[in-house]
């Protein structure tokens, strides 16, 4: 999902170096800097895999659309937030709040209190964040748990200490209060949706407690530019409210604050405080977070350069931000789509902030293969969604409908789950909520405003497609008629394959020829995917390398090739291989391969149907090698995610998910010499790939557990059997691999 960004200045790289002679752990290649330059829209994330709460340093003020809460161009502090961004997106933070420490006089506005930092203080790992903010010589630390936060400051000045706390709230909305028995400060940030209903209440608040070490003296409040000495509770009424205490230090003294979050509750929050950061140890709570991290990472060890290590683990990280932990340690969280009540998830953590068209490309496949019980518990999350709203969401975020993007990928990701042998989830409760988001629309026009269900999903059913005449006015997306009818193709095929594997045959016919709905938008004179109308004439003028309404973030260059559920059919439909190939060139020669945007990321993986696997290996490679990089600006487009991660993590390995939902994967062209994956069967798959990493990028033959593998794709269930996948590897095409 593409983003218009302020644009950023050349930058360069600041990383901490390995100490000489101490053993990297995967962590230590993370470079949290990838990413928050251009259009990455990344931040340095504090805390572990998937957490409710990240914590950040924030460059910039506010939940704003678009605007990450940290640049790395940016040269001034004004806090350290507690952030729900979604990491490399073009949404906007929600609930979120920001502490900053302040010597001397007191002073307020984000921008007013900002401070400058010299950038080799600064350190940014998933585990601790730390920096000097030299205006006021404070040392601050940060680290984080699932649930909470726990900062150190250390004031080098004489003279007034404060901390303030800011609760990043819409105006006339939030709430601070100072308890100065209790020792801690509350806030209460209100959350509005956004896309569908947006402005509208999401029917849950961004809780926080915020505990200190010391005793403090109560400062007062403020609200935009009025303080209010003295005052111990403030609600937003002039702009974002916040509190200010003092603290009587001696120079080089230390203050912690440590920070429930929820969104359930204050009670929550201390709740969930209690139990992951029941004491002040900092150095702890940073080596347990750490162990976390070097756990999710050590799924996969890799052969290769400190460049490529730190590309590939920080993608790896990226990769595992979202969807965000939702569910307090007690297990209740806020039902989905504001219904009202608190849920509790006694039995698996509830998850939210589903990027699902970007996602269900790359990162939930990804977590099939390394983190399959986390899955499971994100497909139960869907599934929830859909029993307390009725319909499985298209975008769930904010915990609410959205009916952002276009398609409908709760139904690959649930279907791909499946197909997988992933289970431990109510199938048939899963199965009943994909056939109703695919033929049935909400009861109500106003429940579809709201976000339920497909969006034209009555035009796609009468004509087999969505004509022009219909605009889709109810979506945050207008239009885009020719990519929601290929996307829904897509997702009828996989709600297909699992009435098939449930033994529906009535429901697996019916979705078959759904999936063959894609022929109707793709022009046979042309070969190209291109607008039509009601009475089945073709839009004109057309140009297959122009943008236009109905097509999605992209060009119909690009959204031909989305037929995963029918490569050979596509194939076919433009005229054979020889055609298709030719296609595939001139998207590629012409310069409409768009890395940078989700609809492209499959696309080179295509040539090895058609019997040129060597293109896929070359185009693959280019693309690995020349839009990743170990710099601020290291990454083409959006992460989105950490779509953009996912797809660099997978390739790199030497296959890819074309047609989520099918549990195979094509092979594209491995960049190391040596991978080993650790499965959560204790087993590994191990790939070999000598003089890959040298820049032997083609494959001349390969062997899966010393057995010729003559195909271009590899089973799911032969990686997670474990065992070795060996290429001999060349610096020159071999067209005869793996046959035609």
């Known amino acids: 999902m593409r983003a218009s ?64 809460p940290y640049y790395f161009v940016d040269t001034r502090i004004q806090g350290f937030r507690g952030s729900h961004f979604l990491s490399g997106s073009c949404t906007q933070d929600y609930g979120s709040m920001t502490i900053m420490p302040l010597s001397g006089p007191l002073k307020l506005g984000a921008v007013e209190r900002s401070s400058a930092f010299i950038r080799k203080t600064e350190t940014a790992t998933p585990y601790r964040y730390a920096v000097t903010l030299s205006d006021y010589r404070i040392d601050a630390e940060m680290t984080g748990t699932p649930r909470s936060g726990l900062m150190r400051f250390r004031f080098n000045n004489a003279g007034k200490s404060w901390i303030l706390v800011e609760c990043n709230s819409a105006k006339g ?28 209440r999401a029917g849950f608040n961004g809780y926080f407690v915020v505990q200190f070490d010391h005793r403090f003296h109560v400062g007062g409040t403020w609200s935009g530019d009025r303080r209010h000495a003295g005052a111990q509770t403030q609600e937003g009424t002039e702009g974002l409210p916040g509190a200010y205490v003092s603290f009587d230090l001696r120079p080089g003294e230390t203050v912690q604050a440590r920070i429930g979050s929820s969104f359930t509750s204050l009670s929550e929050a201390r709740g969930n405080l209690r139990s992951e950061i029941p004491g002040w140890d900092f150095d702890k709570v940073t080596g347990a ?33 979202l969807p965000r932990t939702f569910s307090d340690v007690s297990g209740s969280y806020p039902g989905f789509a504001g219904e009202g009540k608190i849920e509790a998830s006694k039995e698996a953590t509830y998850y939210n902030d589903y990027s699902l068209w970007d996602t269900f490309r790359a990162v939930h496949p990804l977590l099939t293969i390394l983190d399959p019980d986390r899955e499971r518990d994100m497909v139960k999350s869907l599934i929830a969604m859909g029993e307390q709203g009725g ?20 139904l690959a990701v649930i279907g791909d789950a499946y197909a997988k042998g992933i289970r431990g989830f109510d199938v048939d409760e899963a199965y009943r909520l994909m056939r109703k988001n695919a033929t049935e629309s909400p009861a109500s026009h106003e429940l579809y405003v709201d976000g339920r269900g497909r969006r034209a999903l009555d035009s796609y059913l009468k004509y087999g497609y969505v004509p022009l005449e219909d605009s889709v006015s109810d979506a945050f997306h207008n239009n885009e008629q020719v990519s929601r009818t290929l996307e829904y193709a897509y997702d009828d095929s996989v709600v297909g394959y699992m009435a098939d594997s449930l033994g529906h045959s009535e429901d697996a016919e019916l979705f078959r020829k759904r999936a063959q709905n894609y022929r109707n938008v793709i022009d046979p004179q042309t070969g190209f995917a291109r607008g039509r109308h009601a009475d089945g004439s073709w839009d004109s003028p057309f140009d297959p390398a122009r943008k236009y309404k109905y097509i999605t973030e992209g060009l119909p260059f690009q959204y031909t090739f989305f037929v995963p559920q029918d490569i050979p059919g596509l194939i076919d439909l433009v005229g054979g291989r020889e055609s298709f190939i030719r296609k595939l060139d001139a998207l590629f020669a012409g310069g409409y391969y768009d890395h940078g945007n989700e609809p492209s990321h499959h ?68 960049l190391f010499d040596d991978a080993i994956i650790r499965l959560d069967s204790g087993k590994q798959f191990h790939i070999r790939a ?43 095409p071999n067209p005869d691999w793996p046959g035609k």
């Open 5 to 68: 960004v302020p644009a950023m200045l050349l930058v360069v790289l600041s990383t901490t170096p390995l100490r000489a002679g101490v053993q990297a752990t995967p962590v230590d290649w993370v470079n949290e800097s990838i990413g928050t330059a251009n259009e990455g829209q990344t931040f340095p994330a504090t805390g572990p895999p998937f957490a409710m709460t990240q914590w950040t340093p924030q460059t910039r003020e506010g939940n704003v659309k678009c605007i990450s």
């Open 289 to 321: 977070t750490k162990d976390q991290w070097n756990s999710a990472l050590n799924r996969i060890t890799i052969s290769a350069d400190s460049t490529k290590k730190h590309i590939f683990y920080t993608a790896m990280y990226h990769s595992m931000l």
């Open 690 to 732: 000598d003089g890959a990493s040298s820049g032997k990028q083609y494959i001349r033959s390969a062997t899966l557990n010393g057995v010729p593998l003559d195909r271009y794709w590899i089973k799911h269930s032969e990686i997670i059997a474990g065992g070795e996948l060996v290429f001999e590897m060349s610096s020159r």
């Open 603 to 670: 696309i080179a993986y295509l040539y090895d149907n058609a019997g040129a696997a060597w293109k896929t290996q070359q185009h693959v490679r280019s693309v690995m090698e020349t839009l990743y990089a170990n710099s601020p600006s290291g990454l083409a487009g959006n992460d989105d995610c950490g779509q953009m991660s996912a797809w660099y993590v997978l390739s790199a390995l030497g296959f890819y998910p074309v047609a989520p939902g099918t549990p195979v994967y094509q092979m594209g062209t491995p």
């Open 173 to 200: 909305e939030g709430s601070v209060q100072i308890d100065s028995q209790s020792n801690e400060i509350t806030v209460v940030n209100p959350v509005r949706r956004l896309y569908a209903g947006s402005g509208k």
């Open 391 to 410: 319909f499985l969401p298209i975008y769930p975020a904010w915990n609410s409908y959205t009916s952002e993007m276009v398609g409908d990928h709760a």
